[in-house]
Antibody, heavy 119, light 110 residues
Framework: EVQLVQSGAEVKKPGESLKISCKAS????????IGWVRQMPGKGLEWMGI????????RYSPSFQGQVTLSADKSINTAYLQWTSLKASDTAMYYC????????????WGQGTLVTVSS | QTVVTQEPSFSVPPGGTVTVTCGLN?????????PSWYQQTPGQAPRTLIY???IRSSGVPDRFSGAILGNKAALSITGAQADDESDYYC??????????FGGGTKLTVL
């Protein structure tokens, strides 16, 4: 069974850095793209970008390019989403999800990580 | 800028059929956009219903189906049930590894 288990909720101040994680099991982690999706409070889903864990090839939505960094450690089957300087507007739920391939959509989802940025 | 369009809301009676569509602000949707569909209820993670236009994800009942209708992707729900009341999102693949979500459709069953 495919499982994606995300790290717990975070409360941060503006300007702080943060790295949240997504640990995968039940499939060959290095062979499937992992994507990240943002959902701001009361809003829709937004596709942020994907990473291929085997070689760390990354593709970012233009809306998120330069704002976040995706990474992965295939030795521990874990993907990461990172900010260097959080803003209040980064307050959202963040989901990781396994892609079938880069094109075929998101097949399996993590439970989400709530990030709250407030002074 | 690529915008993926969906109807903001739909209402369907119990037992009825509804078709939600997913279009592009510029151009037509084709199978090369690999449309996928997701269901989300409040407070829950999304659930994958359909990928690659018309392939049902594991465990999804055959009341849910996907297709290309005209120049849009479409998700049809037949025999609507109360627990189908959710937000539905499509995703279109735009090439070079980039995908885009639609704005979502809020489905009411009443």
């Amino acid at each position: 069974e495919v499982q994606l288990v995300q790290s717990g909720a975070e409360v941060k101040k503006p300007g702080e850095s943060l790295k949240i994680s997504c640990k995968a099991s039940g499939y060959t982690f290095s062979s499937h793209w992992i994507g990240w999706v943002r959902q701001m409070p009361g809003k829709g889903l937004e596709w942020m970008g994907i990473i291929y864990p085997d070689d760390s090839d990354t593709r970012y939505s233009p809306s998120f390019q330069g704002q976040v960094t995706l990474s992965a450690d295939k030795s521990i089957n874990t993907a990461y989403l990172q900010w260097t300087s959080l803003k209040a507007s980064d307050t959202a739920m963040y989901y990781c999800a396994r892609h079938g391939s880069a094109s075929t959509g998101l097949l399996d989802w993590g439970q989400g990580t709530l990030v709250t940025v407030s002074s | 800028q690529t915008v993926v369009t969906q109807e903001p809301s739909f209402s369907v009676p119990p037992g009825g059929t509804v078709t939600v569509t997913c279009g592009l602000n510029s151009g037509s949707v084709s199978t090369y956009n690999y449309p996928s569909w997701y269901q989300q209820t409040p407070g829950q993670a999304p659930r994958t219903l359909i990928y690659s236009t018309n392939i049902r994800s594991s465990g999804v009942p055959d009341r849910f189906s996907g297709a290309i209708l005209g120049n849009k992707a479409a998700l049809s729900i037949t025999g609507a049930q109360a627990d189908d009341e959710s937000d539905y999102y499509c995703v279109l693949y735009m090439g070079r590894g980039i995908s885009v979500f639609g704005g979502g459709t809020k489905l009411t069953v009443l």
